[in-house]
């Protein structure tokens, strides 16, 4: 009997394991020769495309209105959380100016689920929404009220972290360079899967994959 008891204990674990792990732990593949690599925007949209689960044809089509590639997966990002239209998304957004936050407390997107959980305190941009954050969870009375920058910060290190796998505090400093979205997610690809297009390395006879596994950006 103290056996069993002993046995349960564990396969509830590791069942609370299974069901409290990330949704994503590195979910990044390599999209082969199908891959515009020259192209990092529509590189970009395919990128997208797996990240949020969506057709790539619509990425692509809602991504060519924003000039901004950080504003698309911030659009993404909330249709994700509250299933609603991207057309009624961007109505809100372009036709009647609300901003990224205006429009998620809309729809009644919990602050929570912007932020990743860090060990420490991330400074700069990050300093101020995490502020907002930590004075909300303790004092649910505390307005929150984020910009359009704060949350496409947020998107993007919630992003790298989880496509690429790597550590929060890595996503934060890739992020805190000033790179947008699109430059960030296709230069880590180009380290971890090369350039398939690059006619240099195949008349060399040289593989154009470097191969994988990049903890920091050079």
Same mark, same amino acid.
């Given at each position: 009997?103290?056996?069993?008891?002993?046995?349960?204990?564990?396969? +509830?674990?590791?069942?609370? $394991?299974?069901?409290?792990?990330? =949704?994503?732990?590195?979910?990044?593949?390599?999209? &082969?020769?199908?891959?515009?690599?020259?192209?990092?925007?529509?590189?970009? +949209?395919?990128?997208?495309?797996?990240? +949020?689960?969506?057709?790539?044809?619509?990425?692509?089509?809602?991504?060519?209105?924003?000039?901004? %590639?950080?504003?698309?997966? @911030? !659009? !993404? +990002?909330?249709?994700? #959380?509250? $299933?609603?239209? !991207?057309?009624?998304?961007?109505? !809100?957004?372009?036709?009647?100016?609300?901003?990224?936050?205006?429009? /998620?407390?809309?729809?009644?997107?919990?602050?929570?689920?912007?932020?990743? %959980?860090?060990?420490?305190?991330?400074? %700069? %941009?990050? $300093?101020? =929404?995490? &502020? #907002?954050?930590?004075? #909300?969870? #303790? *004092?649910?009375?505390?307005?929150?009220?984020?910009? *359009?920058? *704060?949350?496409?910060?947020?998107? /993007? @290190?919630?992003?790298?972290?989880?496509?690429?796998?790597?550590?929060?505090?890595?996503?934060?400093?890739?992020?805190?360079?000033?790179? *947008?979205?699109?430059?960030?997610?296709?230069?880590?690809?180009?380290?971890?899967? &090369?350039?398939?297009?690059?006619?240099? /390395?195949?008349?060399?006879?040289?593989?154009?994959?470097?191969?994988?596994?990049? &903890?920091?950006?050079?």
């Amino acid at each position: 009997m103290k056996m069993f008891h002993c046995v349960w204990i564990l396969a +509830f674990a590791l069942l609370a $394991g299974v069901v409290t792990a990330p =949704a994503y732990a590195g979910i990044d593949i390599d999209f &082969g020769v199908a891959a515009k690599i020259d192209d990092r925007t529509d590189l970009y +949209f395919s990128i997208s495309s797996r990240y +949020f689960d969506q057709d790539r044809d619509t990425v692509s089509r809602w991504g060519m209105r924003y000039r901004d %590639p950080d504003d698309l997966a @911030v !659009l !993404l +990002f909330i249709h994700r #959380h509250t $299933g609603r239209s !991207l057309d009624e998304l961007y109505g !809100l957004r372009q036709q009647r100016g609300l901003t990224w936050w205006e429009i /998620a407390v809309r729809f009644g997107m919990p602050a929570d689920v912007w932020f990743v %959980p860090v060990q420490r305190d991330p400074g %700069p %941009p990050y $300093g101020k =929404a995490y &502020g #907002h954050w930590k004075n #909300h969870k #303790h *004092d649910r009375g505390t307005p929150v009220d984020l910009s *359009d920058a *704060d949350l496409r910060n947020l998107v /993007a @290190v919630r992003m790298v972290h989880e496509y690429y796998g790597v550590s929060v505090d890595i996503a934060m400093e890739w992020r805190s360079g000033g790179q *947008d979205l699109r430059v960030l997610m296709t230069d880590e690809y180009e380290k971890r899967h &090369g350039n398939p297009h690059d006619t240099t /390395a195949v008349a060399s006879g040289k593989s154009a994959k470097p191969g994988k596994g990049h &903890g920091r950006k050079k």
